[in-house]
């Protein structure tokens, strides 16, 4: 089983809509979460990282985490198409950053 | 303030070579951790560096090794180079002590052909 596992997508979405990326870790110690996001030929970059359960909100990007059920999700509102990338979920256990596959979204103008 | 720089950027290497790749973090940073990227396996961990202590090591064999210096900078090696090392290979600093508190910056990477 993966460390950390998220919907392979690719994900294609309207300009306007909503973008829902999932993620599933299989450490139940994990205790930091992180969505980054990766451009065609750049490295990633960090959108929004979360600690406690509940929602977090950061303009047009709210993270959700569930650690009872081992998830986390990144919602884009109101999607752009300088959203379109790849959303990497990020999840630390030991000094030491486990990353999912990835999921490609392209926003359609 | 500089971010975090990567040498060389790109490089072609044969089967049995070696390489070495450097990282500088950002002024400040402590902690260095290197990540591998490649399309089928994603982005692996590969080893974190904090004040020239390696604190942690992914699955990699003993052909990837790594060291950190006094002024944080750090280095990775990778020895008898195989085809499946060809990837792109991520450096990234922060200022956390813990990598779990704290923001990850990455280089641009350096990528690496095998022939």
């Known amino acids: 089983q993966k460390e950390v596992e998220q919907n392979s997508g690719p994900l294609s979405v309207p300009e306007g809509a909503i973008a829902s990326l999932n993620c599933t870790y299989s450490?139940?110690?994990?205790?930091?979460f992180f969505w980054y996001r990766q451009y065609s030929g750049k490295s990633p970059e960090l959108i929004m990282f979360?600690?406690?359960?509940g929602d977090k909100e950061d303009g047009r990007f709210t993270a959700q985490l569930n650690k009872a059920s081992q998830y986390v999700s990144l919602l884009i509102r109101d999607s752009q198409p300088s959203d379109s990338a790849t959303y990497l979920c990020?999840?630390?256990?030991?000094?030491?950053?486990?990353f999912g596959a990835g999921t490609t979204v392209t926003v359609r103008a | 303030k500089a971010g975090v720089t990567q040498t060389p950027r790109y490089l072609i290497k044969t089967r049995g070579q070696q390489v070495t790749l450097s990282c500088s973090p950002i002024?400040?940073?402590?902690?260095v951790s290197w990540y591998q990227q490649t399309p089928g396996q994603g982005l692996q961990f590969l080893f974190e560096?904090?004040?020239?202590?390696?604190?942690n090591k992914g699955n990699f064999p003993g052909r990837f090794s790594g060291r950190q210096f006094s002024n944080s900078r750090s280095e990775m090696n990778v020895s008898t180079l195989e085809l499946g090392d060809s990837a792109l290979y991520l450096c990234?600093?922060?200022?956390?002590?813990?990598?779990?508190?704290?923001?990850?910056?990455f280089g641009e990477g350096s990528r690496l052909t095998v022939l």
């Open positions: 990234a600093s922060s200022l956390a002590d813990s990598p779990g508190t704290g923001e990850l910056f």
């Open positions: 450490d139940r110690g994990s205790q930091s």
């Open positions: 979360i600690y406690s359960n």
């Open positions: 990020a999840v630390t256990n030991d000094y030491k950053l486990s």
């Open positions: 002024s400040g940073h402590r902690s």
């Open positions: 560096y904090f004040s020239e202590t390696q604190r």
